[in-house]
């Protein structure tokens, strides 16, 4: 028992040596050489960062309305042309390295659904993907050379494959899986793996279809102001480091930034036994 004890303590004031002495300057080091460059960097030299939005592929170049709007972590790649107040969200990929994709007026495509349009269909149908207006794509989606016209809501996590068509104010439920050349009449519900026909779309529900896919535009709002060139975070955050005490994380973060801080120091030599 006696023993026990004296190796607990033991143990206990070398966990006090290593905690004073290590921390502290190893902080120091990592602040200071994360933030003492302000220079501009070449996207290939770029080492933590090689996200691009928009990717063009020769003579396939993205095109985009003035009031399209493309999440920071998305990625449009190739021939895509986005329309007025278009929307494409956090994670979704538009790959039109093979042939084209057109999102259509006020139409929103959501987190993480990806979407692409092969080459050539040997079946003769379009091998382009098209959306049209007031379209929602929902959350998780796979796209490949569809159809999708004017009014249409696909719910979240459908896969939509080569040659599918899916007609104007029309719902496809969340979870269904529409197979290659199949159609969805007009005004109908289809639902399941594969996608069958459930029932007609009530007059109301049709008539909600334009006002989903406006109801995005306010969140399209407010998210592209926080990237905007001068964005309303750093304003935030200075006014909170002006009312903290000094010792706060905040306020000693800034202050490595600026070159105030104190200069960082070599790490302690390990003892010699």
């Known amino acids: 028992m006696a023993l026990r004890r004296a190796s607990a303590q033991l143990w206990g004031r070398c966990l006090v040596v290593q905690r004073a002495e290590v921390p502290v300057a190893a902080a120091q080091r990592v602040f200071t050489t994360s933030s003492s460059s302000h220079t501009s960097i070449h996207i290939e030299e770029e080492v933590y960062n090689r996200q691009r939005q928009l990717i063009p592929l020769g003579n396939r170049v993205p095109s ?11 990625v449009v790649i190739g021939d895509v042309d986005l329309y007025d107040q278009a929307s494409i ?3 979704a990929v538009l790959r039109g390295d093979l042939n084209t994709i057109k999102v259509g007026a006020f139409s929103n495509v959501q987190d993480r659904t990806v979407i692409h349009a092969a080459s050539s269909s040997p079946t003769g149908l379009p091998a382009a993907t098209t959306i049209g ?4 794509v929902g959350q998780g989606c796979l796209l490949r050379s569809v159809t999708l016209e004017d009014q249409v809501v696909v719910g979240d996590r459908c896969v939509l494959l080569e040659g599918s068509l899916v007609e104007r104010q029309s719902v496809l439920a969340p979870g269904s899986v529409l197979p290659p050349g199949r159609r969805v009449p007009a005004g109908e519900l289809w639902a399941g793996n594969p996608a069958r026909f459930v029932r007609r779309l009530s007059r109301d529900e049709a008539a909600g279809i334009v006002p989903l896919a406006n109801s995005m535009a306010p ?6 102001s926080e990237f905007t060139p001068v964005s309303f975070a750093y ?4 006014a909170l480091r002006a ?3 000094p010792g706060a994380a905040l306020a000693e973060a800034a202050a490595l930034g600026d070159g105030s801080a104190i200069p960082p120091q070599p790490l302690p030599a390990p003892h010699k036994d």
């Open 235 to 238: 304003p935030e955050a200075e």
């Open 219 to 224: 969140a399209v709002d407010q998210h592209a």
């Open 89 to 91: 969200w956090y994670g």
């Open 133 to 136: 207006h007031y379209v929602t």
């Open 64 to 74: 985009l309305a003035p009031d399209a709007w493309v999440a920071p972590s998305a």
């Open 243 to 245: 009312i903290l005490k």
